[in-house]
């Protein structure tokens, strides 16, 4: 059987990412990609930026390119749903990721990024939590469990992004048993729906951090429950597409899992890691 090289996690410019779905496509055709996925981050007025700014033409775009690419490689059009910004018509994707991107402060309306910059998140640290970094992560994960409970997503994104500014432990201690205990809770909680978990290279490839998204703490708990694993490389150009998978799969192995899930044929088959 041919492997099968796929990626549900991938963006293009009509959300935040450089390059078009068309050069998104060829590029992963050119490395013998099977199945191709375009997760553009659900549209939110408050994130303009960077979500997905012409929902129709986003689905548009991409439905051409499965008319295209047909018989030579899947290709699917997905949303990356921020727990925040909600999509209208499920029906319209052909998976969903679920992800926390942003905290609402409910009281002043005000929308503070998990992901964007160390100064946003120190704000807001000290404005919508008192100054309290375990208040917000605990918050952090509270919603994370309840995007999974509520929206059902088929894969689980980046479940630990809020380590993403606190390189040098900038903001809190990665290693503090709060955080973990947060972490590690609300992993049990998704895991009793079993979506699949993502073991994401994004950070990596834009130098936020050295290690995946999750921590290896996190996947050894996930290995331990019998949770799923796939790989995502969240390339929002076309060198970042299957960013050191081969590095992804050989930590996995390290860990003790014996298998990978990968999206082939509109749904995740195991994959043996050898």
Known sequence: MKPILADLHNHSNFCDGRDTPEQMAEAAFKMGFTDLGFSGHSHAEFDLPCSVRDVSGYLAAVHSLQEEYAGRMN?????????????????????????????????????YPVDSSAEELAACISEMFAGQPYQMIRRF????????????PDLVGHFDLIVKNNADGRFF????????????????????????????????????RETPYPATFLLK?????????????DAHATEALAFRFTDAKELLRDIGFKSIWVWHNGAFVEQGLN
């Not at 895991?191 to 990596?204: H, K, S, T």
């Open 141 to 152: 994960y509270e919603n994370s469990t309840e995007n999974v409970l509520k929206y059902r």
């Open 173 to 208: 201690d990665e290693d503090d048993k709060r955080y973990r205990y947060s972490a590690i809770e609300a992993l049990e909680a998704c895991l009793e729906l079993a979506p699949v978990f993502e073991l994401n290279m994004g950070g990596i490839y834009r130098r936020y």
């Open 221 to 233: 708990e996930l290995l331990h429950r019998g949770g799923r694993i796939a790989l995502s490389a």
């Open 75 to 111: 290709i699917y059009c997905g949303v990356e749903q921020d727990f925040c910004a909600p999509v209208d018509d499920r029906s319209a994707y052909d998976y969903l990721i679920g992800a926390v991107h942003y905290f609402h402060s409910r009281a002043d309306d005000i929308y």
